[in-house]
């Protein structure tokens, strides 16, 4: 297969996911009105507060801390301390592009189908076929980064943890969907 052959093959996925998506019913959808986006970008933007690799790290410490078992999935973290993690190019390199794709997702909070196509490939990525990441551990991710949130912002209220929690379990649903269509199924652990 070309280069080109790839390119367009991704390309016709990336469609086709995004046309799935919004013709997907409504109970598939994060559907969220103006003053729910805006408390999103809003939070997100007071709690990175323009160090997006710092708080990413902080939640994957502390994910690692609350869920020990995900540790062993990366083998750039086992038995490594925090200082060790953050002086080590790959930890750093993942935490930055996973901080990048909660961006993009907060950033097209309007427009999520054109985020779904990547949330799914990430997914697949993940799945048997690539890092083998149990689908039960993207989860914790998300518990690891509102904790840090309700810690860090002193305006956290129930109302914001419901919110991303919302927002996080639509994430991580995509990256299942895509982890069983992409990446060697989901679950076969």
Known sequence: MTDYDHQCEVQL???????????SDKCEKLELTNNEQMTLKLTWNAWVGGDATK?????????FENHKETKEV?????????QKMQAEARVMFHVTR?????TKVIQNLDHL?????????LGGRHGVCGYNVP??????L??????LMSKDLGTWS???????????????TQMVKGEKAYGGGAGKR
């Not at 990366?74 to 925090?82: E, L, M, P, R």
């Not at 189908?113 to 490939?121: N, T």
């Not at 129930?158 to 991580?172: G, M, R």
């Open 13 to 23: 996925l990336r469609l086709y996911e995004r046309v799935s998506y919004l013709n």
């Open 55 to 63: 708080k990413g790290l902080e939640m994957f410490c502390r994910m």
């Open 74 to 82: 990366f083998d750039f973290a086992k038995g490594s301390s925090v």
């Open 98 to 102: 996973v901080m990048q794709m909660l």
């Open 113 to 121: 189908e054109e985020c779904v196509p990547e949330l799914r490939q």
């Open 135 to 140: 689908p039960a551990y993207f989860p914790h």
């Open 142 to 147: 998300g518990e690891a980064m509102r904790q």
């Open 158 to 172: 129930a109302e914001h943890n419901a919110l991303w929690e919302k927002t996080y379990t639509f994430i991580y």
